[in-house]
């Protein structure tokens, strides 16, 4: 069977590959903690108060907001700090999706945070952060981030602290457990390798870039005024205030967001400089809420991109799942290609695809990606496995299809294709083993799949990888590159009583048998094997 293109034979449809696997939950609950890089665009933008809209002038109401957030930002507001929810959950309310997360901004210190939340904790070295556990929900609660604030190194910045972890209930403290270390892992990994880098300081605001203008260290405390200036785009920067349920709009934002309109605040390329991370959240904005990115602001993308080769691999990869996660990757994928950025993550898939415009496997990946955004939106388990299956399935079949035909189905052939992609892969993103070694299975099970043998063949049913390697077959089939009825065995066969699945085996063992001594015969009499088709 061909990886890449279609048989001579056309098969008929076969059912669409949508089961996929549990995505950890910490992903959808816990921030980036890596670091929230933000500049001071007050140099472009004049300083000056905010529009307030008061609460009769806008949607965004209380019902609207998870009582967790409530609670958060009433008990925040009762000891007498500012309390505001911010960033995406304000968009998302304002154009009527439901929020992933709720954000909540303030005056308060993360130790006054800390003080007021049994069940909070802080995270993050040189920005601290107060994370409050309600079960399952996160609440994150940052202070005001500015550039005339004290030090970082004036504030209670203390490593972990055993007494919290003892403050919690049993539940909570098991989702700690999942939570913290990923987040302090990612916040270490990313100031070890910056820490290597050429380091400028600059005096008056105490910030430190690297050579290319990008901020590594942007630690200090501020208003709510100074907060607004570092955040990225317009639609990212309204606070909707539980003193009196008005959003304060300093950017105009609340015009951005009714105009359906994407732009950075400040100086687009000073921004992206900064945070090069920043090009990947406006495709990532752009797909998931169907704006358009404001020209300016895009302008500089195709000239900068190549910077995003300047950013830690595990953040990338943290990028890259929510681009195609989250619900909209099916929007994503042409989003990053139009702008040039998949190659900035994958760049062996988008050599592929530029390659084969329209090919069966822009179209499994395509529909791969529907069925995950489907998934998401009915609550149901995806996993980073699969997804890197859809992604690197082209690379992977270009490398099997360099190979000479006889060696396509061979095992050694398809693992080496599956390590070298995904080593071409390592050099972007930070892939952790479990996802590469789940990869490498998933593909492994296809000729097994493909050719089952007799009774063998049951106890693929038990195989870790199983269900994954099965919706693999599945949306090959679909496309013609696999064959459906052998799909439809395995339907079958699962859906069998366990008293009828050996004598499917058995029958399914002589067909294969019979279909190989015909091939047998066929190259005998002088029939030469197909070589491999051009892809797609
Ligand atoms: P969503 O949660 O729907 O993916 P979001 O806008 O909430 O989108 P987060 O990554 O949760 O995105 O960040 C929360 C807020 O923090 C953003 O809305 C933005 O105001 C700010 N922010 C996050 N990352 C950056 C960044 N790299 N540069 C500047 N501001 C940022
Ligand atoms: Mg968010």
């Known amino acids: 069977m061909s990886w890449a293109s279609r048989r001579r034979e056309r098969w008929g449809g076969a059912e669409p590959g949508a089961r996929y696997y549990r995505y950890p939950e910490c992903f959808l609950k816990q921030k980036a903690q890596t670091e929230l890089n933000s500049s001071d665009p007050r140099a472009t933008a004049p300083a000056s108060p905010p529009r307030v809209i008061p609460r009769a002038e806008h949607t965004v109401s209380r019902s609207q907001i998870s009582p967790n957030a409530l609670r958060v930002l009433y008990r925040l507001r009762d000891a007498n700090f500012q309390a505001f929810l911010v960033g995406g959950c304000v968009r998302d309310l304002l154009v009527g999706l439901e929020p992933k997360d709720f954000d909540v901004a303030t005056d308060a210190l993360p130790e006054q945070v800390k003080r007021l939340f049994r069940n909070c904790r802080l995270i993050g070295r040189r920005f601290r952060l107060a994370h409050v556990f309600f079960g399952p929900e996160i609440i994150e609660v940052a202070t005001f981030r500015a550039s005339s604030a004290p030090e970082p190194g004036e504030e209670p910045i203390e490593e972990e602290d055993e007494a919290e972890e003892a403050d919690l209930d049993g ?14 892992g990612r916040a270490a990994r990313f100031e070890a390798e910056h820490s290597a880098r050429e380091t400028l300081i600059d005096a008056d605001t105490e910030r430190a870039f690297d050579a290319t203008g990008r901020i590594l260290r942007d ?9 607004v200036w570092r955040r990225d785009f317009t ?14 709009d300093y950017t105009g934002g609340a015009e951005d967001i009714a105009a359906r309109r994407l732009r950075l ?14 090009m990947l959240r406006a495709a990532r904005f752009e797909a998931k809420l169907g704006f358009e990115l404001d020209p300016a602001s895009a302008e500089p993308i195709e000239r900068l991109r190549s910077l995003l080769g300047g950013v830690p691999p595990a953040r990338l990869f943290d990028e890259m799942l929510k681009l195609f996660l989250t619900g909209h990757g099916a929007r994503s994928l042409p989003v990053l290609r139009r702008r040039g950025l998949l190659g900035a993550l994958l760049p062996s898939t988008e050599a592929y695809l530029a390659a084969h415009p329209g090919s069966l496997v822009e179209q499994l990946l395509m529909q791969g990606l529907a069925n995950t955004d ?13 997804l890197l299956a859809l992604l690197l399935y082209g690379p992977i079949a270009a490398l099997i299809e360099a190979m000479p035909p006889s060696r396509w ?33 998933m593909f492994a099970l296809q000729p097994r799949l493909e050719h089952p043998r007799g009774r063998r063949a049951l106890r693929l049913l038990g195989h870790p990888r199983f269900r994954a390697g099965y919706d693999l077959l599945l949306l090959r089939a679909e496309f013609g590159l696999a064959n459906p009825e052998r799909a439809q065995w395995w339907t079958d ?23 190989a001594a015909q091939k047998g015969r066929r190259r005998r009499r002088g029939g030469r094997r197909r070589g491999a088709p051009s892809p797609g």
């Open 219 to 227: 630690n200090i405390y501020g208003t709510v005024d100074d907060d």
């Open 235 to 248: 639609a990212n920067a309204l606070y909707y205030n539980i003193a009196d349920f008005s959003i304060w």
């Open 409 to 441: 189905h061979e095992l050694s052939a398809i693992l080496d294709a599956c390590d070298q992609a995904v080593r071409e892969a390592q050099r972007h993103l930070s892939i952790p083993k479990r996802f590469s070694l789940g990869l490498r299975e």
């Open 171 to 184: 539940d909570e403290t098991d989702l700690i457990d999942q939570a913290g270390p990923v987040t302090e």
């Open 374 to 386: 489907a998934r998401v939106k009915a609550g149901r388990s995806v996993t980073p496995t699969f």
């Open 265 to 278: 605040i400040g100086d687009p390329e000073t921004r992206y400089r900064e945070d090069p991370v920043r």
């Open 493 to 515: 066969l699962q859906a069998a009583p366990e008293a009828e699945q050996g004598p499917m085996a058995d029958a399914i063992a002589g067909s294969t048998e019979r279909t």
